[in-house]
């Protein structure tokens, strides 16, 4: 179809493109608020600190106790959409986060790994160095260049949350990312020491 006929039928249906766009919203800001309390209910079992805050500032993130200093937080894994993206539709990008979660257009989304600890100059070099220490797990090494652990949310399961009002079998793939990094996160430990190593050498 050529983008003239497209903008022709768009605008035939405006309305009902507007009240889709509000629902979509509202159901954006249901399922943002069931990742919060995943969020926090893991980091509550696990002993971890979290910021449950995705609905409000789209900043949903884990740690150690030990990782983070009164709100100062040395590194942490994040919430975040897959690398280049910026969250700008403007630029190309999904318009919808939910679209991102379910892969279901241009970009993804998932838990990526971050420090506050050493400069990012010197970090990147040494990330880069270190990453394949990281190929037999479920993290990838992207463009940032960071480990990023993709998430995906099926979109059948998904509807099927809002149909029945209940999203948590289809955030599942949230908390079995959070249990893998649970499960990983004594390799980020030794990444960390080893950096610290370096930088005192």
């Known amino acids: 179809m050529f983008s003239n006929e497209l903008d022709k039928l768009l605008i035939l249906n405006i309305g009902d493109l507007d009240e889709g766009a509000r629902r979509f919203e509202l159901l954006q800001n249901r399922v943002a608020e069931e990742i919060d309390r995943l969020v926090q209910e893991w980091a509550t079992r696990q002993g971890w600190r979290s910021t449950p805050s995705w609905r409000d500032k789209e900043d949903a993130a ?114 079995d990312a959070l249990d893998h990094i649970a499960s990983t996160v004594d390799r980020f430990e030794a990444l960390l020491t080893a950096m610290r190593n370096r930088q005192a050498s």
């Open 62 to 175: 884990v740690a150690p106790h030990h990782w983070v200093a009164g709100d100062s937080w040395q590194a942490w894994f994040g919430l975040e959409y897959r690398s280049g993206d910026t969250g700008e539709w403007s630029d190309g990008n999904d318009y919808f986060w939910l679209t991102r979660l379910c892969a279901e257009g241009r970009g993804g989304m998932g838990f990526r790994f971050y420090q506050d600890e050493f400069p990012k100059t010197a970090w990147k070099k040494f990330l880069q160095a270190q990453a394949m220490g990281f190929s037999d797990t479920r993290f990838v090494f992207d463009d940032e260049p960071s480990l990023f652990l993709p998430v995906r949310v099926d979109k059948d399961t998904l509807a099927k949350g809002a149909e029945e009002e209940n999203f948590k079998e289809a955030l599942r793939p949230l908390n």
